[in-house]
């Protein structure tokens, strides 16, 4: 399984960005989906998942901001970012997982399949 993130950037707060994670190596439309991020000095924490049906979820620091998307026939998963905040800055991962209880999708632990990351600095 391979997976392939993209789109991060130095931005101005306010500023609008898209990642994107292409996978390969794995039946897509069978996984779930999810972004996770990365801060210096802190914990990889929950930014966002889709599941396999397209419900989403979203941590509260990123609902009505963010919002996770996914195109099985691309093997693409994307995350729009708006209203970017400095406190957004990390970099962001994105992993899959085709087992995954739903009580357990915010842990990272859970996820077997992770991307290379993408920075995303976002500048006040």
């Known amino acids: 399984v391979q997976l392939q993130a993209s789109g991060g950037g130095l931005v101005q707060a306010g500023d609008s960005l898209r990642l994107s994670c292409e996978a390969s190596?794995?039946?897509?439309?069978?996984?779930?989906m999810a972004w996770f991020r990365q801060a210096p000095g802190k914990e990889r924490e929950f930014v966002s998942t889709?599941?396999?049906?397209?419900?989403?979820l979203y941590a509260d620091s990123v609902k009505g901001r963010f919002t996770i998307s996914r195109d099985n026939a691309k093997n693409t998963v994307w995350l729009q970012m708006n209203s970017l905040k400095p406190e957004d800055t990390a970099v962001y991962y994105c992993?899959?997982?085709?087992?995954?209880?739903?009580?357990?999708?915010?842990?990272?632990?859970?996820?077997?399949?992770w991307g290379q990351g993408t920075l995303v600095t976002v500048s006040s």
């Open positions: 889709i599941s396999r049906s397209g419900s989403t």
């Open positions: 992993a899959a997982d085709a087992n995954i209880i739903l009580s357990s999708v915010r842990n990272y632990v859970q996820y077997k399949n």
């Open positions: 190596g794995l039946t897509f439309r069978t996984y779930r």
